[in-house]
């Protein structure tokens, strides 16, 4: 993976966030709210590490090479796309599974970035 000559990502100001959308994923209602949250912090991270683009999709073309779990992250993206576009979203057809899915993208593709720290082995 290639480190960027850009700013340093304070991930402790991630983590913080990242800690207080997991309270979201407690109630199903709550759900939509946690991927919005997940996906902007994404894209704020991208933003930070340089990634050149006009939306959050040309930011991850532009990041796939230094992202893991590329294609994970793209489905948590489109995912929150989903849940966007669908302003009438019947939170009944939310799956759990899928929520799970797209947080772990979001998670994963932040640690990439030095956005959030990896779990010590």
Same mark, same amino acid.
């Given at each position: ?33 946690? =991927? +919005? $949250? ?7 991270? !991208? @933003? *930070? ?7 959050? &999709? ?24 989903? =849940? +966007? $576009? ?7 057809? !939310? @799956? *759990? ?7 772990? &993208? ?16």
């Amino acid at each position: 993976m290639r480190i960027l000559p850009r700013r340093k990502i304070k991930a402790a100001d991630y983590t913080k966030r990242w800690k207080d959308l997991q309270s979201l994923c407690v109630q199903r209602k709550t759900w939509p709210d946690a =991927i +919005k $949250e997940a996906d902007k912090l994404l894209t704020k991270a !991208l @933003k *930070k590490r340089g990634y050149k683009g006009k939306t959050t &999709g040309e930011r991850l073309v532009a990041a796939q090479h230094d992202l893991k779990f590329n294609e994970e992250v793209w489905f948590s993206h489109k995912y929150y796309n989903k =849940i +966007k $576009e669908d302003k009438s979203i019947d939170l009944r057809k !939310l @799956k *759990k599974k899928d929520v799970a899915m797209a947080l772990v &993208g979001f998670r994963e593709a932040l640690r990439d970035l030095g956005a959030l720290e990896r779990p010590h082995d």
